[in-house]
């Protein structure tokens, strides 16, 4: 009962390389999002996916790009990483449905040197 | 910004009920109260979400008021394990998605 899988889980970077985080659900879930957790700050949305095919921005999107290819995929990518992303970074997915709850990856944590 | 207030912490001792209150008075009609915890910087465990009537799970209780202004999370007999950040979240429905906005939470310790 796999749920939202995220991988990497551990991850250290040098400035300027690249990534991708990959989300994973088996629950044929059409909303995906992804999040990061700073200290003090509580989660925040970079992008968010309605469905296969489809993504969009959320409150924080520069500096991420992400793609929604396969229905149970959600890969967030670093084209450039800089240290203001070192952070942790969660995924959720849930079903349509305005009152669905979301359900989480246990998280990345990424840093950037 | 948070549309909730919850106190920063709370103790409460094991095999005993830990009640967790929620301010949301500005919650609109059609808004659900959700709950979630984090341990350990561990990813959020969705605990249980209602509406305006009260709900039980397997793992908790929600006491909605019928003003629906506050709410209760209860979980009814403690454990070590149950200590985390709860968080109460009221969901901003059709905007990004329907995403989740975290406050500052509940920090509890549940003590032996």
């Known amino acids: 009962n796999a749920g939202v899988t995220q991988t990497p889980k551990f991850r250290v970077l040098k400035t300027g390389q690249s990534m991708t985080l990959l989300c994973a659900q088996d629950m044929n879930h059409e909303y995906m999002y992804w999040y990061r957790q700073d200290p003090g700050m509580g989660l925040r949305l970079i992008h968010y996916?309605?469905?296969?095919?489809?993504?969009a921005k959320g409150e924080v999107p520069d500096g991420y790009n992400v793609s929604r290819l396969k229905k149970q995929n959600f890969l967030l990518g670093l084209e450039s990483a800089a240290p203001s992303q070192t952070s942790v970074y969660f995924c959720?997915?849930?079903?349509?449905?305005?009152?669905?709850?979301?359900?989480f990856g246990d998280g990345t944590r990424l840093s950037i040197l | 910004d948070a549309k909730t207030t919850q106190p920063p912490s709370m103790d409460c001792a094991e095999g005993r009920a830990a009640n967790l209150p929620c301010n949301h008075s500005t919650i609109s009609g059609n808004e659900y109260v959700y709950w979630y915890r984090q341990i350990h910087s561990q990813g959020p465990q969705y605990i249980i979400h209602?509406?305006?009537n009260n709900e039980t799970n397997e793992m908790a209780s929600l006491i909605i008021t019928e003003d629906r202004k506050s709410s209760t999370l209860i979980l009814p007999h403690a454990t070590l394990r149950d200590t985390a950040v709860y968080y109460c979240?009221?969901?901003?429905?059709?905007?990004?998605?329907?995403?989740?906005?975290f406050g500052q939470g509940t920090e509890l310790s549940v003590k032996p």
């Open positions: 979240i009221v969901r901003v429905t059709n905007v990004q998605g329907g995403k989740l906005i």
């Open positions: 959720a997915s849930r079903r349509t449905g305005s009152n669905q709850p979301q359900h």
């Open positions: 209602g509406l305006k």
């Open positions: 996916s309605v469905g296969e095919g489809t993504t």
